[in-house]
Nanobody, 120 residues
């Protein structure tokens, strides 16, 4: 079955950096758009960044210039490099994968999430 396993979260001081990884298995990784979402307490889950199968990327305005999403299809892994972290970046970060499968059916999967905390 499909699994998305995130890693790399933790506690970091404001201005610091973290790199999140999401290792995928049980799927044709290169065919999927991969994305990172985040959810802070009491706030709806929001899209942070995504990268298409073709490598196009886009970001929520609040992270542009600070976060970079990338993928390594040989390793079935997507990354989120986070720099200049701010306290408002504190959230659980989730990996998300989706594609259009047979009969135009949307196939999508979520990881279990990894906590990122930015605090002094």
């Amino acid at each position: 079955q499909v699994q998305l396993v995130e890693s790399g979260g933790g506690l970091v001081q404001p201005g610091g950096s973290l790199r999140l990884s999401c290792a995928a298995s049980g799927m044709s990784f290169s065919a999927y758009t991969m994305a990172w979402y985040r959810q802070a307490p009491g706030i709806a889950r929001e899209l942070v960044a995504r990268i298409t199968a073709g490598g196009s990327t886009d970001y929520v305005d609040s992270v542009k210039g600070r976060f970079t999403i990338s993928r390594d299809n040989a390793k079935n892994t997507v990354y989120l490099e986070m720099n200049s972290l701010k306290p408002e970046d504190t959230a659980v970060y989730y990996c998300y994968a989706y594609t259009i499968g047979p009969w135009s059916r949307r196939l999508d999967y979520w990881g279990q999430g990894t906590q990122v905390s930015v605090s002094s």
